[in-house]
């Protein structure tokens, strides 16, 4: 069976106007994971974070809402206030942020494996809905995660997506293939591969080498390339080099009309799209000074010649 590509949650980027435009544009991507939404006592109550996941704003996409939390109570409440068609949840313990980890939450959470178990074992008692688990490998070291596997390896996770680094390496150092290997050979779940795919070649490398993996989760780089592989009639993954320079910029200015419909001033707009070409301008050559000018203006037209 041909690697499926999904499409992983940045908090910032990845709400349902970006997705949905991406999915208008681009497509190929068989499933999107929203950014963690933050639950508390009475489950979510940020009416940002609930707009994100409403049926209605995902309507020709697959979303599985991902929840961050460390309390069971505000779990299962978050999950309550979620049936409104969704059959899963995703769980946050991956994110590195210090704000969450502070917490205890995200990969906070991994530094507290007891309590990591407890809180496990209730939401799969309780659960009536799939859960699956976004993770880190540990909080310090890359051997944690043999503690970790094992106690996952105790519920009945739909997918467990591994991003092969610590909280402490965030997104600077080298992944640990070998501790995602150590995974695929001894995790009892579906496994999922996340972090630093930002070519054809590394998917097709990672299809080769886990043959019984069904998922890879690509998060930055489809941002920084958008519709940078494709799939191709007979479900095999290509690089896609018909998706022009005129498509992208259709793209990215169907993307900044639609942050304008909802936002209240051309500013926010322009700092959404800001972020999103911080991924991007690498990718062009010569793209320092236009980057510069687009990090500095805060004029729809500036920013329109810069791009």
């Keep these: 069976m041909t690697v499926r590509i999904t499409f992983a949650p940045l908090e ?3 709400g349902y106007i970006y997705r949905n435009t991406y999915q208008e544009y681009y497509g190929g991507i068989d499933r999107y994971y929203s950014p963690f939404l933050v639950t508390r006592d009475r489950g979510i109550m940020k009416k940002k974070e609930l707009r994100d996941i409403l049926p209605e704003n995902n309507l020709n ?3 599985v809402p ?3 939390t460390n309390k069971t109570e505000n779990f299962l409440q978050a999950a309550a206030q979620l049936k409104l068609g969704y059959r899963e949840i995703n769980l946050n313990l991956g994110c ?3 704000t969450v980890v502070s917490k205890g939450r995200g990969a906070g959470f991994l530094d507290q494996p007891e309590k990591l178990q407890s809180f496990l074992e209730e939401i799969f008692q309780k659960a009536d809905y799939a859960i699956s688990i976004k993770t880190r490998i540990g909080m310090y070291e890359p051997e944690e995660f043999h503690r970790l596997l094992a106690i996952y390896n105790e519920y009945p996770i739909r997918e467990l997506i591994i991003h092969p680094r610590t909280r ?3 997104y600077k150092e080298k992944i640990h293939p070998e501790i995602f290997k150590y995974a695929y ?3 009892k779940n579906p496994i999922t591969f996340n972090g630093e795919i930002r070519s054809l070649q590394a998917v097709t490398a990672l299809e080769k080498e886990y ?5 890879i989760m690509i998060g930055r780089g489809l941002i920084a390339k958008p519709g940078f592989i494709m ?8 690089e896609n080099r018909t998706r022009s320079k005129k498509r992208l910029k259709e793209f990215l200015d169907c993307l900044l009309e639609e942050y304008r419909k909802v936002m209240s001033a051309d500013i926010h707009a322009l700092f959404k799209m800001k972020e999103i070409w911080i991924y991007m301008a690498p990718y062009f050559t010569n793209y320092e000074k236009y980057l510069k000018k687009i990090k500095k203006t805060d004029k729809l037209m500036e920013y329109r010649a810069s791009v």
Excluded: R, V
């Design 12 to 14: 910032g980027i990845t």
């Design 168 to 170: 402490q390496e965030f």
């Design 211 to 215: 043959p019984a993996m069904k998922n």
């Design 231 to 238: 799939q191709a009639a007979d479900g095999s993954l290509t």
């Design 185 to 187: 050979e001894h995790s």
């Design 66 to 68: 991902q929840l961050l």
């Design 61 to 63: 996409i697959d979303l």
């Design 96 to 98: 590195p942020s210090g």
